[in-house]
């Protein structure tokens, strides 16, 4: 790895949406041995709609995701951050510029056509708008996720 990549590895941002996502993407950033991770998982408000999951479920997910996560990487120092917002690209970026962390780092999660069109591509609205470096790691098939 050469020093340019070093740097946009030394201090990430890590989004993940639940345990699967988070144990996954930990044991592919295993490999990058980042200097800084911050963890955040952003629970989505409707913005005055009636939420599908109260907020204490969706906080445990989100320590689950966490707990997960550390698990992989039991000898990092990770810090981990809730969110809550209406625009799950821009809460994240948000978060990014609030941590100063040199990119942001995630795993894409499959999905197909209808459910993008059904819900708007999160990835590629995180790609385009963020004002930091994104990096979309490659999908590595784990076992005994």
């Known amino acids: 790895m050469n020093e340019k990549s070093e740097n946009l590895l030394r201090s990430i941002l890590v989004p993940v949406v639940g345990k699967k996502n988070a144990k996954r993407t930990a ?10 991770i911050v963890v955040l998982h952003v ?10 999951a109260s907020v204490s479920q969706r906080e445990d997910v989100a320590d689950e995701a966490f707990e997960a996560f ?6 990092t ?10 625009d799950i690209p821009d809460t994240v970026i948000e ?8 990119s942001i780092v995630f795993t894409p999660r499959p999905s197909g056509r209808l459910v993008r069109l059904l819900t708007g ?7 385009t708008d963020a004002d930091r470096p994104v990096i979309a790691l ?3 098939v784990l076992e005994d996720i």
């Not at 629970?43 to 599908?52: C, L, N, P, Q, R």
């Not at 550390?70 to 000898?75: V, Y």
């Open 27 to 36: 044991r592919t950033i295993k490999q990058y041995d980042p200097d800084e």
């Open 43 to 52: 629970v989505e408000k409707s913005g005055g709609g009636i939420d599908s």
């Open 70 to 75: 550390k698990q992989e990487l039991p000898d």
């Open 77 to 86: 120092d990770i810090d981990t951050e809730i969110r809550y917002g209406t």
């Open 95 to 102: 978060a990014a510029a609030d941590f100063d962390t040199d």
């Open 121 to 127: 591509d999160i990835s590629h609205s995180l790609i």
């Open 138 to 140: 490659p999908e590595q």
